[in-house]
């Protein structure tokens, strides 16, 4: 696999249910950023697990973090309409922590 | 809140053409960096650039782009011919360094480019 794929490609769920969504890199890293971009617009910065960290929480958003696996999961609870967008894990790395983007996740939360 | 500006949001042009693109990074932020994002495809890394030069650049950032920060506000990304396989959404991002727990970058709105 690339550095930094996630799946699943794409998510439907119900308002009101938890969103989860995996990302998996193969090189090392200093930390993992996860962004979230709606349809054409830009990447808002979601939250950011540096890699001696094991788990990071931001309202209602968890993310993992497992070095040994080189694998991240994002977890949304009490999923709202709004979250409705493409949710994209990032490494970062190297001197200038230049990112490596996944190829992401499409979220649909159904009202 | 602060955040990361660009100019222009749109922008057409022809094949050959000069085409520069615009930001302004975060007035405190040291590391600046530019990517791009084909329709449809991986958001990719382009360019870092740090203390008025670059610090690291992509296979993709060959001697048609350049970056500069003419006035240290502003930070462009310069296309000196464009290709077709140029179209894509340019985002510009900054953060205040590279680490040390200051290493969230922050994005732009983008510009998205089309080459005609």
């Known amino acids: 696999s690339q550095q930094g794929e996630e799946d699943p490609q794409a998510l439907s769920i119900q308002e009101g249910e938890n969103a989860t969504m995996n990302c998996s890199y193969k090189?090392?890293?200093?930390?993992l950023q996860w962004y979230r971009q709606n349809s054409g617009r830009g990447l808002v910065h979601l939250i950011l697990?540096?890699?001696?960290?094991r788990e990071k929480h931001s309202g209602r958003l968890r993310v993992t973090l497992d070095t040994s696996k080189k694998s991240s999961s994002l977890l949304i609870t009490a999923s709202r309409a709004a979250d409705t967008a493409s949710y994209f894990c990032a490494t970062g790395g190297g001197a200038t922590n230049k990112l490596i983007f996944g190829t992401g996740t499409l979220l649909a939360v159904q009202p | 809140e602060p955040e990361v500006t660009q100019t222009p949001s749109h922008q057409v042009t022809q094949m050959g053409q000069e085409v520069i693109l615009r930001c302004v990074p975060i007035?405190?932020?040291?590391?600046f960096y530019w990517y791009r994002q084909i329709l449809g495809q991986k958001v990719e890394f382009l360019v870092s650039f740090y203390n008025n030069e670059i610090s690291e650049k992509s296979e993709i950032f060959d001697d048609q782009f350049s970056v500069e920060r003419p006035d240290g506000s502003n930070f462009t990304l310069k296309i000196r011919s464009t290709k077709l396989e140029d179209s894509a959404m340019y985002f510009c991002?900054?953060?205040?360094?590279?680490?040390?727990?200051?290493?969230?970058?922050?994005f732009g709105p983008g510009t998205r480019l089309l080459v005609l």
């Open positions: 991002a900054s953060s205040p360094l590279a680490g040390g727990g200051e290493e969230t970058q922050y």
């Open positions: 090189t090392s890293i200093n930390n």
């Open positions: 007035s405190n932020h040291l590391y």
């Open positions: 697990i540096r890699s001696n960290e």
